[in-house]
């Protein structure tokens, strides 16, 4: 268990939780002092939580024992976690095994074939530390040929920093939905390999990139975002409107990443032209 990442966990969850959010016997009544931090008070989690004060004071602390699974159970509650974020606290708490690369299985042969016979809709297979494992051809040609890629560059992460907006860019007001959901895909792999030096170094090159994953990664938004705006700008396609849908293989932790257009859009026209290129 990382006990400091599992306090700063908690503690952001609790200040983000308002007390407008919950049932009016779960607060403490009108006359307390007025609140002078953001989000609930400590001893109200714990109240929430059926946990004393002084426990859940230490889990803040990074000095509490590990918690048991049904009072982890009981905090998820308490703060109203997402599923996501109920599975980063088991995660982070150390209730779930962490494994490891030679643990991977490879990519399911039904899963490559799927990704062939999507024909023009460009698609990739990433796992939680977003190297992308399999690709078709349409991705190739929509976003770069993965195939020349060292294993290294091969990674969602790595491209947007070499690209730098060159190909790709949000929509006016979704500036920052990519490098928050990169984060809260970190967040989870890291959980999973606190020893990944490569993930390590991922982090910090994309912190020092991104302001807003640098605030998603401090703030533990574990939340994901299934869909993405976003703005291609082809050398021979031209100005492209998509979006990037993001699916969950059950029972795996990979994902599909699939870019599609509204129906009848020069964006979908310009999608179906995709592999006459000779690529």
């Given at each position: 268990?990382?006990?400091?990442?599992l306090?700063?966990?908690?503690r952001?969850?609790?200040e983000?939780?308002?007390?407008?959010?919950l049932?009016?016997?779960?607060?403490?009544?009108?006359?307390?002092?007025a609140?002078r931090t953001?989000?609930?008070?400590?001893?109200?989690?714990a109240?929430?939580?059926?946990?004393?004060?002084?426990?859940?004071?230490?889990?803040e602390q990074?000095?509490?024992p590990?918690?048991?699974?049904?009072?982890l159970?009981?905090?998820?509650g308490?703060?109203?976690l997402?599923?996501?974020e109920?599975d980063?606290?088991?995660?982070?708490a150390g209730?779930?095994?962490?494994?490891?690369d030679a643990?991977r299985?490879?990519?399911p042969?039904?899963?490559?074939?799927?990704?062939?016979?999507?024909?023009p809709i460009p698609a990739?297979?990433?796992?939680?530390?977003?190297?992308i494992l399999a690709?078709?051809?349409?991705?190739?040609e929509?976003?770069t040929?993965f195939?020349?890629?060292?294993?290294?560059?091969?990674n969602?992460?790595?491209?947007a920093?070499?690209?730098?907006?060159t190909?790709?860019s949000a929509?006016a007001g979704g500036?920052?939905?990519f490098?928050?959901?990169?984060a809260?895909q970190?967040r989870a792999?890291a959980?999973h390999?606190?020893?990944?030096r490569f993930l390590g170094e991922?982090v910090?090159e994309f912190?020092?990139?991104?302001?807003?994953f640098?605030?998603?990664?401090?703030?533990?938004?574990v939340r994901?975002?299934?869909t993405?705006?976003?703005h291609?700008r082809?050398?021979?396609?031209?100005?492209?409107d998509l979006?990037?849908?993001t699916?969950?293989?059950?029972?795996?932790?990979?994902?599909?990443?699939?870019?599609?257009a509204q129906?009848?859009?020069?964006?979908?026209?310009?999608?179906a032209?995709?592999g006459t290129h000779?690529?």
């Amino acid at each position: 268990m990382s006990r400091a990442e599992l306090a700063d966990f908690l503690r952001r969850r609790r200040e983000a939780l308002h007390p407008d959010q919950l049932a009016a016997t779960a607060v403490h009544p009108p006359g307390r002092r007025a609140r002078r931090t953001p989000g609930l008070r400590r001893e109200e989690v714990a109240a929430l939580a059926g946990v004393s004060n002084s426990y859940y004071e230490r889990l803040e602390q990074a000095r509490a024992p590990h918690p048991s699974p049904q009072v982890l159970a009981a905090l998820a509650g308490a703060l109203q976690l997402t599923a996501a974020e109920r599975d980063y606290l088991a995660r982070v708490a150390g209730q779930t095994p962490r494994g490891t690369d030679a643990d991977r299985p490879p990519v399911p042969a039904d899963i490559r074939q799927f990704l062939d016979r999507l024909g023009p809709i460009p698609a990739y297979l990433a796992d939680e530390r977003l190297d992308i494992l399999a690709w078709n051809s349409a991705a190739a040609e929509l976003i770069t040929d993965f195939g020349l890629l060292s294993g290294e560059e091969r990674n969602v992460v790595r491209l947007a920093i070499r690209l730098n907006g060159t190909l790709c860019s949000a929509p006016a007001g979704g500036d920052d939905e990519f490098a928050r959901q990169s984060a809260a895909q970190l967040r989870a792999a890291a959980v999973h390999g606190p020893a990944d030096r490569f993930l390590g170094e991922l982090v910090n090159e994309f912190a020092a990139h991104s302001a807003a994953f640098a605030a998603g990664w401090r703030d533990h938004d574990v939340r994901p975002i299934p869909t993405l705006r976003k703005h291609l700008r082809h050398p021979e396609l031209g100005d492209l409107d998509l979006d990037c849908q993001t699916l969950l293989l059950p029972g795996t932790d990979l994902r599909l990443v699939m870019y599609t257009a509204q129906p009848g859009s020069s964006s979908a026209a310009a999608l179906a032209r995709l592999g006459t290129h000779g690529a």
